[in-house]
């Protein structure tokens, strides 16, 4: 869903890292220019974790620029404002009967392209090459789609494990907007190298969703008190924990709700829904998504 502007995000919202601590506008490109565009691919909280997540193939997708007139090279990615953590799951807050979401997510435009971060345990590869006229099209194209869609949704439900199968929800976070951006370059005339590009989706296995009402409808003065107590006990076991023995107890209640009862609560697009859960009920897959193919004449290159 698009958003018509993006809000002021609460100060009850903090995030443990910075987000985009070194952005910066996106610079305007001579029309003659040569830009080099690159593939960014890295495990999720490499910085920290090294190849750890790397190894469940749970990883991060960025994009990268090398302007041949100056010789600057950029990184452009999207991200959680907040975390992943809190955009998968709300805070129940004293005092609100609403879960309480911290679930933004932005673009982040900085000069210069990490090349350790992104080749030691990741991907750093040309994928097309592109005209500053082209770049500039896509920039204005970037600020729209930043600020119409502005929150990150960590989950793809879909109906079976079949690549066929009824995709109910889709994911909005990196690797989106990468496909995004790759597909707005394409339809601009970007001619894309044929190489494998592979990413991650976790995806819930679901039967036909229930619409179940907005926070209003379910949390307000005439709201569903029963169904309101039923949401906000779902999500109590994902809290943030103190001690490693309130970690298991909450899982062991996650596993009985998910698994064993077959339910889960999904919140999108300012929505709650009732996921009736079905087997294999959860899976991180690293799949194939072909580049695009030019719409049109490129742009001089």
């Known amino acids: 869903r698009r958003f018509d502007y993006r809000p002021k995000t ?46 469940l193939k749970i990883m991060h997708d960025a994009v990268g620029f090398k302007s041949s007139l100056t ?6 990615e999207w991200y959680e404002l907040f ?6 799951f709300p805070h129940l807050r004293p005092g609100m009967d609403a879960p309480f979401w911290c679930n933004q997510g932005a673009a982040c435009f900085f000069e210069g392209i990490d090349d350790a971060h992104w080749k030691e345990n990741g991907t ?18 970037v600020k729209y789609d930043n600020e119409t869609g502005i929150y990150y949704e960590t989950w793809t439900v879909q109906a079976s494990p079949d690549k066929q199968s009824i995709v109910w929800f889709d994911s909005y976070e990196c690797s989106k907007f990468i496909l995004r951006t790759y597909q707005k370059l394409a339809d601009l005339g970007a ?8 990413y991650t989706s976790i995806i819930l296995f679901s039967g036909e969703p229930i619409y179940l009402g907005n926070e209003t409808s379910i949390f307000g003065p005439l709201g569903n008190k029963t169904l309101a107590a039923a949401i906000r006990d779902f999500y109590y076991p994902f809290k943030p924990h103190q001690t490693v023995g309130e970690f298991f107890v909450d899982m ?10 077959r339910q889960f609560y999904l919140f999108y697009n300012l929505e709650y829904w009732f996921l009736p859960m079905k087997f294999p009920y959860l899976k991180i897959i690293y799949e194939e998504v072909p580049l695009p193919i030019a719409s049109k004449t490129s742009f001089g290159v």
Not at 124 to 141: C, D, P, R, Y
């Open 71 to 76: 010789g600057k090279n950029y990184t452009m």
């Open 83 to 88: 975390q992943l953590g809190n955009c998968t």
């Open 10 to 55: 609460d100060p009850y919202c903090q995030a443990r890292y910075t987000f985009c601590p070194t952005g910066s506008a996106i610079p305007v490109m001579k029309e003659e220019d040569v830009i080099e565009v690159y593939r960014l691919q890295a495990p999720v909280w490499e910085f920290k974790y090294g190849d750890l997540l790397g190894h």
């Open 252 to 261: 062991l209640k996650i596993i009985d709700r998910v698994i064993l009862n």
């Open 191 to 198: 001619v894309f190298k044929k190489i494998q590009t592979n």
């Open 124 to 141: 750093l590869v040309l994928v097309t090459t592109i005209s500053g006229t082209m770049f500039n099209e896509m920039a204005k194209w």
